[in-house]
């Protein structure tokens, strides 16, 4: 999902980029090399880094907070293994820059999150797995600076992306994706969990693409967050896609089911400090990831779900 734009930013500027994904080859872009390589195996994470200069680290387990609680170690165990064996491969291969994908999930509960304030106190319950797992990639970034003097190590922390290509697996997509495609498929009564008062910052994954770029040229010493810095409300976003979907189905709150932590908003004065600014309003992208939806629901059913029978087995293996 931010891989595409960023591919597209890459080869507009004239880098030769290599792609190195499990999914479809069919979905890269025409101009890039693409190799299909487990990134579990520490082998394929040197051949992915060999002559490579700068390495965008994009790797990770993505699912509904329901799936997190019910299968932990299916996040945690690959999630943990992939960070770990890619910036070790790219250190051993020399690569001049790398950059680290961490997530919003690391931080504690606050109603807005400052990048200093992770290790203050324990990530939220809701995001315990994944929120430790990465916060393992941030160390591991922290202790090859110290050992190594590897000083080219940036580290993002993307809010809530949405946007195409994205996860649209009725079983285990974000809230973004999932709303749409039940939206787009008629469901009604349009059932919602919580009471739609939780607050989440959405991005559009062209937004963070672009920040991503911006970071690794700039190399902050410290994290940055990479959102909207807006705080957007479940019901408000229930509204948007109501309105870019063109219908108006009866909704259910359900209060019954967990909602999680009541705000999740990205302070990005630091990242603003890099130049970055979003331009994508939450209409124009949900706009936007529904178009692309309706046009491409098989080409989104082609994405590589480690979630889907025998998948997750092979990867813990």
Not at 178 to 187: D, N, P, T, Y
Not at 193 to 205: L, S
Request: contains cysteine; hydrophobic residues 40%; negative net charge.
């Amino acid at each position: 999902m931010i891989g595409r734009p960023l591919v597209e930013m890459l080869i507009d500027a004239g880098a030769r980029v290599r792609i190195v994904s499990l999914d479809d080859p069919a979905r890269a872009h025409p101009d890039a090399e693409f190799r299909s390589l487990d990134l579990l195996l520490f082998r394929n994470c040197l051949d992915a880094c060999d002559g490579v200069d700068y390495v965008f680290n994009l790797l990770g387990v993505k699912g509904s907070p329901a799936m997190a609680a019910s299968r932990p170690a299916s996040y945690f165990v690959p999630t943990l293994t992939l960070d770990t064996n890619l910036m070790e491969a790219a250190r051993q291969c020399g690569v001049e820059r790398f950059l680290f994908t961490s997530s919003l999930a690391v931080y504690p509960p606050a109603e807005i999150f400052h990048e200093d304030d992770v290790w203050t106190r324990f990530p939220s319950t809701n995001d315990w797995f994944p929120a430790w797992a990465k916060r393992m990639g941030e160390l591991q970034g922290d202790a090859y600076r110290i050992e190594y003097g590897w000083d080219k190590i940036a580290i993002v922390r993307p809010a809530n992306v949405y946007g195409p290509f994205d996860n649209f697996s009725l079983d285990n997509a974000m809230v973004v994706p999932s709303l749409i495609r039940r939206v787009v498929a008629g469901e009604n009564p349009l059932r919602v969990w919580g009471d739609g008062h939780t607050r989440r910052d959405f991005v559009h994954a062209t937004d963070v693409a672009r920040g991503m770029l911006l970071v690794m040229e700039s190399l902050p010493e410290k994290p940055v967050n990479l959102g909207s810095g807006v705080g957007v409300s479940i019901r408000e976003l229930v509204e948007t896609i109501l309105k870019c979907v063109g219908c108006r189905p009866d909704v259910v709150w359900d209060t019954s089911k967990p909602t999680g932590d009541r705000s999740r908003v990205l302070d990005i004065s630091r990242a603003r400090a890099s130049g970055y600014e979003p331009t994508i309003s939450l209409e124009d992208g949900i706009r936007e990831t529904v178009k692309w939806y309706r046009q491409n629901q098989k080409v989104a059913d082609m994405r590589y779900d480690v979630f889907l029978p025998g998948r997750a087995a092979r990867l813990l293996t």
